[in-house]
């Protein structure tokens, strides 16, 4: 099984940029479709972004299209998660998540359910 190690969250000023990593180790990541969540206090998580892992196609929640992108670099063994922006209300901690089966494309729903693999998240908080 995947292990799945996040950074790049912090602190951002409401319309600035962050971009979060997504380390795996353990296996291969272009064995694997991605998923990026995120869970706010008293909220349920919820699905931000998905990327294939053969053709590459993605998948965004309508709240974060046209500010967030998804990437991955296989050869680093590595997600991205390229957020700009940003707003209050995308404050959460974001998890990265990984899944053999899973396939995304642009009718995907995101459940976390379908993932398999998860790291332990990274804290982005969106304050002036």
């Known amino acids: 099984q995947v292990q799945l190690v996040e950074s790049g969250g912090g602190l951002v000023s409401p319309g600035g940029s962050l971009r979060l990593s997504c380390a795996a180790s353990?296996?291969?990541?272009?064995?694997?479709?991605m998923g990026w969540f995120r869970q706010a206090p008293g909220n349920e998580r919820e699905g931000v972004s998905c990327?294939?892992?053969?053709?590459?196609?993605?998948n965004y929640a309508d709240s974060v299209k046209g500010r967030f992108t998804i990437s991955r670099d296989n050869a680093r063994n590595t997600v991205y998660l390229q957020m700009n922006s940003l707003k209050p209300e995308d404050t959460a901690v974001y998890y990265c998540?990984?899944?053999?089966?899973?396939?995304?494309?642009?009718?995907?729903?995101?459940?976390?359910?379908?993932?398999?693999?998860w790291g332990q998240g990274t804290q982005v908080t969106v304050s002036s």
């Open positions: 990327i294939n892992r053969s053709d590459g196609s993605t």
């Open positions: 353990g296996s291969t990541l272009d064995a694997h479709a």
């Open positions: 998540a990984a899944d053999p089966d899973y396939y995304c494309d642009s009718e995907s729903i995101l459940v976390a359910q379908d993932f398999r693999s």
